[in-house]
Antibody, heavy 118, light 106 residues
């Protein structure tokens, strides 16, 4: 069974930093592109970032480019999102999501909440 | 960037109703479209991919159609478990979601 378990969310002040982690199991981790997708309170879904299996290709939404860094450790079956210069508008539940064939999302974690507030 | 517009934003329906949700893309995305269902406090769940392919384990009352810029998700006979919010997603160029359609009890 595919499992994606996020951690690292919490309350942070504007301008601060936070590192999210996602522990994966139940599939060949290095064989899949992984993503972070977020959902603001009462809002829709927003793709944040993607990283291919071998970390060859990395992509970011314009809203986070230059502030967020996605990475993965295939030896540890783990995905990360380093977030810096956080803004109030980054407040959201952040989901770790597996990508099927570099396209749609077939497995989602339960999400970790991030609140940016003073 | 490709924009995705869903309609309606809210839909009131009864158990047994046939429900149709529309998703329009700002430019052609061929059939690179997926549909998800999300219930409160839960992660989204994949229903349909490549516009009309049903994900394994998803009830056959769900179906998708369309190509180019206009797509529909149809629930043939609404069940109590189907009251939720539905999102479309294009994956022709990066990834963009529609704003969502909440299906509520009439």
């Amino acid at each position: 069974e595919v499992q994606l378990v996020e951690s690292g969310g919490g309350l942070v002040t504007p301008g601060g930093s936070l590192r999210l982690s996602c522990a994966a199991s139940g599939f060949t981790f290095s064989g899949y592109t992984l993503n972070w997708v977020r959902q603001g309170p009462g809002k829709g879904l927003e793709w944040v970032s993607s990283i291919t299996g071998g970390s060859d290709y990395i992509y970011y939404a314009d809203s986070v480019k230059g502030r967020f860094t996605i990475s993965r450790d295939n030896a540890k079956n783990s995905l990360y999102l380093q977030m810096s210069s956080l803004r109030a508008e980054d407040t959201a539940v952040y989901y770790c999501v597996r990508d099927r064939s570099g396209s749609y999302y077939d497995n989602w974690g339960q999400g970790t909440p991030v609140t940016v507030s003073s | 960037d490709i924009q995705m517009t869903q309609s309606p934003s809210t839909l009131s329906a009864s158990v047994g109703d046939r429900v149709t949700i529309t998703c329009r893309a700002s430019q052609s995305i061929s059939t690179w479209l997926a549909w998800y269902q999300q219930k409160p406090g839960k992660a989204p769940k994949l229903l349909i991919y490549k516009a009309s392919s049903l994900e394994s384990g998803v009830p056959s009352r769900f179906s998708g159609s369309g190509s180019g810029t206009e797509f529909t998700l149809t629930i043939s006979s609404l069940q109590p478990d189907d009251f939720a919010t539905y999102y479309c997603q294009q994956y022709n160029s990066y990834s963009t979601f529609g704003g969502g359609t909440k299906v509520e009890i009439k």
